[in-house]
């Protein structure tokens, strides 16, 4: 029965129509780079990156200018997560499903499993993507407060840190949850046809583009749990330099959980930048980690540090900083015991997957599958927007 997956193919065009419509700003705003093509767990993909370009004087001649060429940088991504989604019909189960619906409710059934199934697994790489908020740059905001509830001025101070770091100002994306989205949306600036110079925000729900940023929102965006560290303070008698990413420290009271990636961390020197930190301690010295650029002022020796509060992961990135690859899995030459393998596009996410029809004794196995890795890989270019 060769043709199972080619009766199947409706039911799997319906299932796309529903799951494209889920919040997974992160996927929509990600730099991607997505195939059919058979992968492994663990192998490595190498994506180019384009660097900067540098411009020449027009000089009037017979040709154009004998230059342009450029060796393109590239990040390597390790495609770590190999994941599958199985749906069983045992032949008993089907056929007492057929005799008291319709065939019509029957296909409505399985359309709603393979919905469930994409769904689990495009929540999946929205939450990988939102869990390299650690890799980000600074952060602003106010730990446990949801942004936008008065003005923009969120905006333009994300927008600061970015320009600060030298950041592109095209592709900048802002993903939010539901609840910052909702202020947002609030905002007479915006809702107001005169203000914002469209209806689009209030008629139709889309969050339009703010100061440079694309805005969307993201069902996976995380929660941060604060480190239980106190008392650290900086143990560098010729101080931490501006640039400094690796910082060492000494007098602290770990609390069991002691610095954690991801906690925001202040100085008395400098209240103003909110550092990420991308390795933490567990210890009452050594050394942690803050992303790059690295401090904005040089820390003296015996400053005191200060973990912030438990947050909500906002995130403002430019597109190329995080990037997404997915590929299906790949199978043996000759093929497996699967019956059919197609490649399906949900054209939204642009998420590709495999769906393979297993036929084992009295009952059919039909699994939906993907294989990705994803990278913050340029944390100047990112920021959190603490809620």
């Not at 492994?40 to 384009?50: D, E, I, Y």
């Not at 993201?218 to 941060?224: D, E, K, R, T, V």
């Not at 906002?314 to 690859?325: I, P, S, T």
């Amino acid at each position: 029965m060769a043709n199972t997956i080619t009766n199947f193919i409706p039911v799997l065009y319906e299932a796309i129509d529903q799951v494209s419509r889920e919040l997974t700003g992160l996927i929509g705003g990600s730099s991607k780079d997505m195939s059919g093509e058979g992968i492994g767990l663990n192998q490595t993909v190498r994506v180019p990156v384009a660097t900067s370009r540098t411009a020449s004087t027009i000089t009037p001649g017979q040709l154009p200018p004998n230059s342009g060429d450029e060796t393109p940088d590239y990040e390597d991504i390790v495609l770590d997560k190999a994941r599958t989604v199985p749906i069983r019909w045992g032949g008993e189960e089907q056929l007492a499903f057929t005799n008291t619906r319709t065939s019509r409710q029957t296909e409505r059934f399985l359309t709603q499993q393979v919905a469930q199934a994409m769904r689990t697994l495009v929540n999946e790489v929205e939450a990988d993507l939102a869990a390299e908020y650690i890799y980000a740059s600074r952060a602003y905001g106010t730990a446990g407060t949801t942004p936008f509830a008065s003005t923009l001025a969120d905006v333009s101070n994300l927008k600061k840190i970015l320009d600060d770091n030298g950041a592109p100002q095209m592709g900048r994306q802002l993903v939010i949850n539901s609840t910052a989205g909702v202020n947002l949306r609030n905002l007479t600036q915006l809702v107001s046809a005169d203000a914002s110079g469209s209806t689009d925000l209030l008629r139709r729900g889309v969050l339009l583009p703010l100061m440079g940023f694309d805005v969307r929102e993201s069902a996976g965006i995380l929660s941060h749990t604060k480190g239980a560290g106190t008392g650290y303070l900086i143990n560098n008698v010729a101080g931490e330099v501006v640039g400094q990413t690796a910082l060492t420290l000494d007098g602290g009271t770990v609390n069991s959980t002691g610095i954690k990636a991801g906690d925001i961390v202040t100085f008395a020197v400098d209240s103003t930048n909110k550092y990420v930190v991308r390795s933490g301690l567990t210890a009452v010295s050594g050394d942690i980690t803050i992303n790059k650029p690295g401090v904005r002022i040089t820390l003296p020796d015996d400053n005191a540090m200060t973990i912030g509060n438990s947050y909500t992961a906002n995130l403002a990135f430019v597109q190329d900083a995080l990037k997404l690859v997915t590929r299906v899995p790949a199978r043996p030459i000759g093929g497996d015991s699967a019956d059919d393998v197609i490649t399906v596009t949900d054209p939204v996410s642009g998420l590709t997957f495999s769906f393979a029809a297993y036929r084992e004794y009295q009952q059919v196995v039909y699994c939906l599958e993907l294989v990705w890795g994803v990278r913050l890989w340029k944390p100047e270019w990112a920021a959190i927007l603490l809620g």
